[in-house]
Structures are given as C-alpha cells and as structure tokens.
C-alpha cells in the first residue's frame, strides 16, 4: 500500500519561512508526478503545486507563485515544499499527493494524511 508521510508543519508568524517534507513509500517514487494540495479551515481542497517525475517541470497556483517552491529528492523518496512570506490565509492542511502518471497532467491517486501549518501573530 502506498505510504505518504507528511512534516514540518507547525506555528509560523506572518512573513516567516516552513519547509514541508513528504516521506513516500511503497511505490516507486521516481517515476511518478506529485503534488501538494491543502484545505484551510472550513474550505475545499486547493491545489498548491505539482512536479514532474524528474523534478525539471514544476507548477503553481497563481497566488503561490515566487513565495512557494517545490522539489523532490528521488534517491531519498522525498518530496518538499519550501513556503516563505507565509501569510494568515496560508494556514490550513498540507497534503502530499501522488499522481498516477510521470507529468503534472496526471491525476491524483493516493494522499498522505496532512500536516497543519498555521500563520499566525
């Protein structure tokens, strides 16, 4: 059964900096895409980003383009996201997801379990 674990989430004030890490397992990681979606208190899910099986292709939503970067490590099984000038309506659960397929076109098969990120002062 395919394993996605998420971490680092945590309390962040407004402007400061999380690197989320996704530990992946069961399944061979370096042949498919995968994306970070979250849901922020009492919303849908939202699509944050996703990359390609080889980590030269990745994608944003528009307003977490220049603030969010995401990368993988293939050796490791592990995927990131680095999230700076984090904002209040950046708070909500980070989820890691795999995509069935190697580009970002794919959909999403399997979801870890999320980890919470909340910007707050």
């Known amino acids: 059964e395919v394993q996605l674990v998420e971490s680092g989430g945590g309390l962040v004030q407004p402007g400061g900096s999380l690197r989320l890490s996704c530990a992946a397992s069961e399944f061979t990681f370096g042949v498919y895409a995968m994306s970070w979606v979250r849901q922020a208190p009492g919303k849908g899910l939202e699509w944050v980003s996703t990359i390609d099986w080889s980590g030269g292709y990745a994608y944003y939503a528009e307003s977490m383009k220049g603030r969010f970067t995401i990368s993988r490590d293939n050796a490791k099984n592990m995927l990131y996201l680095q999230s700076n000038s984090l904002k209040s309506e950046d708070t909500a659960v980070y989820y890691c997801?795999?995509?069935?397929?190697?580009?970002?076109?794919?959909?999403?098969?399997?979801w870890g379990k999320g980890t919470l990120v909340t910007v707050s002062s």
């Open positions: 997801a795999k995509k069935w397929g190697p580009e970002g076109l794919y959909g999403m098969d399997y």
